[in-house]
C-alpha cells in the first residue's frame, strides 16, 4: 500500500490491529489502544520526527494501509507491524521477560503495559526490577514515580521525581529533545501532540536555558485548544504550566479538570 506518511492526514479510517505471535488480527475502532513492541519511527511526509520505545501505548486516530496514525509526543505514522493491543500486551512482555529475565528494556516495556492499565502495584513491582537491573534507570524513577503518585504514596513519588532530575540528561539531549518538538510542529501545525510535548518540556525542564513558563502555557493552551479540550493528558500539562508560572489556582483548576476526564 502507499505509504501515508508523504502527505498530510485527511479521514480517519478505521483500524485493523496487528496480532500477537500467532493471534489472528481483529478489527479495532479509531480511539483504541495499542502498545509499541518494538523501537518505533514516528513519520511526517517520510521524515523521521521521532521514535517510541517498547512498552509505550498509543490511541490510534486513523489507519492507511499498514500505517497508523497516533498523537503522542508528537503526531504523526507508525507500522502497526510494530504493535500490538493494550489487551494482550501483558501477556506479550511477561512472555518476553521469562524468556530474558535479564533484560532491562523487556521489564521496563511491562512496567509501562501495567501503568497504561491502572495496574499500579504491579507496575512498581516491575519498576524495581528495572531499578535492580540498571539503578540509574531515568525512566523507571519517572514513571514509578507517576505509580506512587496515582496510589497516593506522595512521599515515595517525590522521591522518585528527584531521583529522575538528578539523573536526567545533559544540555545536549534537552537542546535535541526541543528541537525534535520545533521540527514536528514545523510539519504538522495543526497536531496537538508536539505542542503539547514542547510544553511539557519547557514547564519541567531543570535547565533555565530550556526551561520557559510562559512558553509552556501557551503551547500547552494550544494541545488543548486542538484537542477541543478534551484530553486529560493535556489538561495536566497546562496545569504544571501555570504551576511553573507560579499561577497556583489555574493550576488546580485545570488539574481538576483533567481528574473529570480520567
Same mark, same amino acid.
Given at each position: 500500500?502507499?505509504?501515508?506518511?508523504?502527505?498530510?492526514?485527511? #479521514?480517519?479510517?478505521?483500524?485493523?490491529?496487528?496480532?500477537?505471535?500467532?493471534?489472528?488480527?481483529?478489527?479495532?475502532?479509531?480511539?483504541?489502544?495499542?502498545?509499541?513492541?518494538?523501537?518505533?519511527?514516528?513519520?511526517?511526509?517520510?521524515?523521521?520526527? =521521532?521514535?517510541?520505545?517498547?512498552?509505550?501505548?498509543?490511541?490510534?486516530?486513523?489507519? &492507511?494501509? +499498514?500505517? !497508523?496514525?497516533?498523537?503522542?509526543?508528537?503526531?504523526?505514522?507508525?507500522?502497526?507491524?510494530?504493535?500490538?493491543? !493494550?489487551?494482550? /500486551?501483558? *501477556? =506479550? #512482555? /511477561?512472555? !518476553?521477560?521469562? &524468556?530474558?529475565?535479564?533484560?532491562?528494556?523487556?521489564?521496563?516495556?511491562?512496567?509501562?503495559?501495567?501503568?497504561?492499565?491502572?495496574?499500579? *502495584?504491579?507496575?512498581?513491582? /516491575? #519498576?524495581? &526490577?528495572?531499578?535492580?537491573?540498571?539503578?540509574? +534507570?531515568?525512566?523507571?524513577?519517572? +514513571?514509578?514515580?507517576?505509580?506512587?503518585? +496515582?496510589?497516593?504514596? =506522595?512521599?515515595?513519588?517525590?522521591?522518585?521525581? %528527584?531521583?529522575?532530575?538528578?539523573?536526567?540528561?545533559?544540555?545536549?539531549? $534537552?537542546?535535541?529533545?526541543?528541537?525534535?518538538?520545533?521540527?514536528?510542529?514545523?510539519? *504538522?501545525?495543526?497536531?496537538?501532540?508536539? =505542542?503539547?510535548?514542547?510544553?511539557?518540556?519547557?514547564?519541567?525542564?531543570?535547565?533555565?536555558?530550556?526551561?520557559?513558563?510562559? %512558553?509552556?502555557? *501557551?503551547?500547552?493552551?494550544?494541545?488543548?485548544?486542538?484537542?477541543?479540550?478534551?484530553?486529560?493528558?493535556?489538561?495536566?500539562? !497546562?496545569?504544571?504550566? $501555570?504551576?511553573?508560572?507560579?499561577? #497556583?489556582?489555574?493550576?488546580?483548576?485545570? &488539574?481538576?479538570?483533567?481528574?473529570?476526564?480520567?
Amino acid at each position: 500500500s502507499a505509504d501515508p506518511t508523504m502527505r498530510q492526514l485527511t #479521514f480517519p479510517v478505521v483500524l485493523a490491529a496487528l496480532c500477537l505471535f500467532a493471534i489472528p488480527a481483529r478489527a479495532q475502532s479509531v480511539g483504541e489502544t495499542v502498545v509499541v513492541i518494538r523501537p518505533t519511527d514516528v513519520k511526517v511526509r517520510s521524515e523521521i520526527v =521521532y521514535r517510541h520505545n517498547p512498552g509505550i501505548h498509543l490511541v490510534v486516530g486513523a489507519v &492507511q494501509g +499498514n500505517w !497508523l496514525w497516533i498523537n503522542h509526543k508528537v503526531s504523526g505514522w507508525i507500522s502497526r507491524d510494530d504493535v500490538i493491543p !493494550l489487551d494482550e /500486551s501483558a *501477556e =506479550y #512482555f /511477561s512472555k !518476553l521477560v521469562q &524468556q530474558d529475565p535479564d533484560n532491562t528494556e523487556h521489564h521496563l516495556a511491562l512496567a509501562n503495559v501495567w501503568s497504561a492499565q491502572g495496574q499500579w *502495584e504491579q507496575a512498581i513491582a /516491575s #519498576f524495581n &526490577q528495572v531499578l535492580k537491573l540498571d539503578p540509574n +534507570n531515568i525512566a523507571a524513577y519517572g +514513571n514509578r514515580a507517576i505509580a506512587w503518585r +496515582n496510589m497516593g504514596d =506522595y512521599p515515595k513519588a517525590i522521591a522518585d521525581y %528527584d531521583a529522575a532530575i538528578r539523573l536526567a540528561p545533559d544540555q545536549k539531549e $534537552y537542546d535535541r529533545a526541543l528541537a525534535d518538538f520545533n521540527e514536528a510542529i514545523r510539519l *504538522e501545525p495543526n497536531q496537538a501532540g508536539g =505542542y503539547n510535548s514542547r510544553a511539557w518540556l519547557r514547564a519541567t525542564c531543570p535547565d533555565p536555558q530550556i526551561a520557559n513558563a510562559a %512558553d509552556a502555557v *501557551e503551547d500547552a493552551t494550544r494541545a488543548c485548544e486542538l484537542s477541543s479540550w478534551k484530553s486529560a493528558e493535556y489538561l495536566e500539562t !497546562l496545569a504544571t504550566a $501555570y504551576a511553573a508560572e507560579g499561577e #497556583f489556582s489555574e493550576a488546580v483548576k485545570w &488539574q481538576a479538570r483533567a481528574q473529570d476526564l480520567a
